[in-house]
């Protein structure tokens, strides 16, 4: 069975400043993709960033970007420069390709202080 | 292109009454999921379907819940007999052959 953990129910940063979210997980597969996502109290999930187990490389979007460590089961996101509108649950999922269901950690509230 | 969209927005009933939630996917997208999502809490996997496949029904809580696709396309999330418990919010989510799930705002279910 897959499982998917996320460390810290809650977090701060200052505007402007960087954050990273932890995420581990736990899986035998070697073929997957990993998400993080976003749900600001709209309520609305939104994906913020994917990776593919098999690239090395990681992936970035703007001011987010990942550490994508394989071997320690790892996938932290870091959001760089932080605005106000970065205050939301982040939520990391995982996915076995083939496969169908996504298996989503706990939560991380990220508050972004002004 | 048009997201996943979910009617209704909220839903306010009364104990022992049936709700039905609908989910309209992304247009061509085979894959289609419901979720629970309790108060500050994280996604519960309800239901999965693919294609003309069985449906994967195994995060259902209880047989007072269940849920249909038609066509490959819409889908309903019926619950009968609601309960208080029953309350939260429920998420759609398709996805399509890049694998990646693109979710709906959500329905927010109050049981009285």
């Known amino acids: 069975a897959q499982t998917v953990t996320q460390s810290q129910p809650e977090m701060s940063v200052q505007e402007a400043e960087t954050v990273t979210l932890s995420c581990t997980y736990d899986t035998s597969e070697n073929n997957y993709y990993l998400f993080w996502y976003k749900q600001p109290p709209s309520r609305q999930m939104i994906l913020v960033i994917r990776?593919?187990?098999?690239?090395?490389q990681n992936a970035t979007e703007n001011r987010f970007s990942v550490n994508f460590q394989k071997a320690a089961k790892s996938f932290s996101l870091k959001i760089s420069d932080s605005q106000l509108g970065d205050t939301a649950m982040y939520f990391c999922a995982f996915i076995r390709i083939p496969g169908n269901q996504f298996y989503f950690g706990t939560g991380t509230s990220l508050t972004v202080i002004p | 292109g048009a997201g996943v969209s979910q009617s209704p927005s909220n839903k306010v009933t009364e104990k022992g009454k049936d709700v039905e939630l609908r989910c309209d996917p992304i247009?061509?997208?085979?894959?289609l999921y419901w979720y629970r999502q309790s108060l500050g809490q994280g996604l519960e996997f309800l239901i999965y379907f693919q294609g003309n496949s069985a449906p994967d029904k195994s995060g259902l809580p209880s047989d007072r819940f269940s849920a249909e696709r038609t066509g490959g396309s819409v889908s309903t999330l019926t619950i009968q007999r609601t309960q208080q418990e029953d309350s939260a919010v429920y998420l759609c989510?398709?996805?399509?052959?890049?694998?990646?799930?693109?979710f709906g705002p959500g329905t927010r279910l109050t049981v009285l």
């Open positions: 247009s061509g997208h085979t894959a």
């Open positions: 990776q593919e187990a098999y690239k090395q």
């Open positions: 989510a398709s996805s399509g052959v890049e694998d990646t799930q693109y």
